[in-house]
């Protein structure tokens, strides 16, 4: 059986949604069988999606997507049972919140949950108050994705010090990856088409840890 990876955080502008999709694309691109469930109330990658399809109609899809719109937290706990039980991997774009009704059925089936992150101090406070919930009540392994990363802000001695602060309090719940720079690459994805040497190689090393972990039991 395949496994559930959740794209998720609380925190907003952190790229989760972009992220969720390339991850995707990687994957399907790498020979992979995959499909993504868009579970967000904003539908933004569903609608990334039906933008891409009027563009490229002829387009063949590297992967279906789904919503859960309009379902109530009884369906979608039985959709997420029926998902387990897929021989190939899921990849799930959460609500950026702690209140949607259906996350409790989606958290828990989940397998694989990959967090976004800024180093600034708003984020790391609304992160560490995500994981802490999170984890006193869900089994999924937690990976943190360092995403948008200004290189030369990066150098400045007050943010290496934010930086390395955030690296010592997220080992306490999951595994840090390394950083993913800010890139016009990244903003130009798009859902239907392949990755382009310059898009891989500018998520391959944050996206190898996790994948590695799909690879652990997953299919292959």
Not at 66 to 87: C, D, F, S
Not at 139 to 155: D, L, Q, T, W, Y
Request: proline share 5%.
């Amino acid at each position: 059986m395949g496994k559930i990876v959740l794209y998720t955080n609380v925190k907003g502008g952190v790229g989760k949604t972009t992220l969720c999709g390339i991850f995707a694309t990687y994957l399907a691109n790498s020979g992979r069988t995959v499909a993504v469930v868009d579970a967000d109330l904003q539908q933004s990658l569903f609608r990334h999606r039906k933008r891409d399809l009027h563009q490229n109609p002829d387009t063949s899809l590297p992967w279906e997507i789904n919503t859960l719109r309009g379902r109530t937290p009884e369906e979608v706990a039985t959709i997420m049972a029926n998902l387990k039980l897929l021989p190939y991997d899921v990849i799930i774009d959460c609500p950026g919140n702690l209140v949607d009704p259906n996350l409790e059925a989606i958290y828990s089936n989940a397998d694989i949950a990959v967090v976004p992150i800024h180093y600034d101090s708003d984020t790391l406070d609304a992160t560490q108050m995500f994981c802490e919930t999170f984890k006193g009540h869900f089994a999924a392994k937690m990976f943190f994705v360092p995403n948008g990363i200004v290189s030369v802000e990066e150098r400045r001695e007050h943010l290496q010090q934010e930086r390395d602060k955030a690296i010592e309090l997220l080992k306490a719940y999951g595994t840090v990856t390394p950083r993913i720079k800010r890139s016009v690459v990244i903003s130009d994805y798009n859902t239907l088409l392949p990755l382009t040497i310059y898009q891989r190689n500018a998520v391959k090393y944050a996206f190898e840890p996790i994948i590695n972990e799909l690879q652990e039991g997953g299919a292959e």
